[in-house]
Nanobody, 116 residues
Framework: QVQLVESGGGLVQAGGSLRLSCVAS????????MAWYRQTPGKERELVAR???????NYADTVKGRFTISRDVALNTMYLQMNSLKPEDTAVYYC??????????WGQGTQVTVST
């Protein structure tokens, strides 16, 4: 069982920045991938960014050039640096890990609100 704890969400003005963190209870080096998703009421959860165990990354088109996903294996932590935030980035952001090509684990979510 993997436990994930997100932090770093909050209220920010448009154009501002936030950094989300996700701390995992196990060694992230063994995870196939880690990712950030987001969800707004009435919509499906969508992928924001993913990082593989080899360090490869991919991003949703809507955040490319503004968001950066990274990880610190020694700290078992994944980050999402979010710059040039827009009101449409407002959502609950969830940390996800994929293990053994079979299991998904999710954090509890952290709210990000971007005001105009």
């Amino acid at each position: 069982q993997v436990q994930l704890v997100e932090s770093g969400g909050g209220l920010v003005q448009a154009g501002g920045s936030l950094r989300l963190s996700c701390v995992a209870s196990g060694s992230i080096f063994s995870f196939n991938s880690m990712a950030w998703y987001r969800q707004t009421p009435g919509k499906e959860r969508e992928l924001v960014a993913r990082i593989t165990n080899k360090g490869g990354t991919n991003y949703a088109d809507t955040v490319k050039g503004r968001f950066t996903i990274s990880r610190d294996v020694a700290l078992n932590t994944m980050y999402l640096q979010m710059n040039s935030l827009k009101p449409e980035d407002t959502a609950v952001y969830y940390c996800n890990v994929y293990i053994n090509y079979n299991y998904d684990y999710w954090g509890q979510g952290t709210q990000v609100t971007v005001s105009t």
